[in-house]
C-alpha cells in the first residue's frame, strides 16, 4: 500500500518561515515525480511545486523565489521549505504522487501566516 505522511507546518508571522515534510512507503520514491498542492475553503486544489525524478523543479508563480521543494530518495522523503510566508500563504499543504494512474495524497498540514 502507498502512504504518504505528512509533518511540520502550523502558524507563523508572516516573513517567517516553515518545513512541511511527506514520509512515503509503498512505492519506489526515486523514479516519482512529487508535489506539493494546497487549499483554502472554497477554492480548489491548487499546484504549489513539483519535482522530478531527476531534480526538475516546477513552481506556481506566486511562490516562486519563496518556497523550494526538496526530494530525498535516500529516506523517500519530500520536503517543502516556505521561506518569506505571506498571509495568502494559508492554506491546507497536501504532499501527492501518482503510481498505476491513481494520485496519492497526504493527509494534509495546516499552514496558517497571520500577525
Known amino acids: 500500500q502507498v502512504h504518504l505522511v505528512q509533518s511540520g507546518g502550523g502558524s507563523v508571522q508572516p516573513g517567517g518561515s516553515l518545513r512541511l515534510s511527506c514520509a512515503t512507503s509503498?512505492?519506489?520514491?526515486?523514479?516519482?515525480?512529487m508535489g506539493w498542492y494546497r487549499q483554502t475553503p472554497g477554492k480548489q486544489r491548487e499546484l504549489v511545486a513539483t519535482i522530478t525524478s531527476g531534480g526538475v523543479t516546477n513552481y506556481a508563480e506566486s511562490v516562486k523565489g519563496r518556497f523550494a521543494i526538496l526530494r530525498d530518495n535516500v529516506r523517500s522523503r519530500l520536503s517543502l521549505q516556505m521561506n518569506s510566508l505571506k498571509p495568502e500563504d494559508t492554506a491546507v499543504y497536501y504532499c501527492?504522487?501518482?503510481?498505476?494512474?491513481?494520485?496519492?495524497w497526504g493527509q494534509g498540514t495546516q499552514v496558517t501566516v497571520s500577525a
Open positions: 501527492t504522487t501518482r503510481w498505476r494512474a491513481t494520485d496519492y
Open positions: 509503498g512505492i519506489n520514491f526515486k523514479i516519482h515525480t
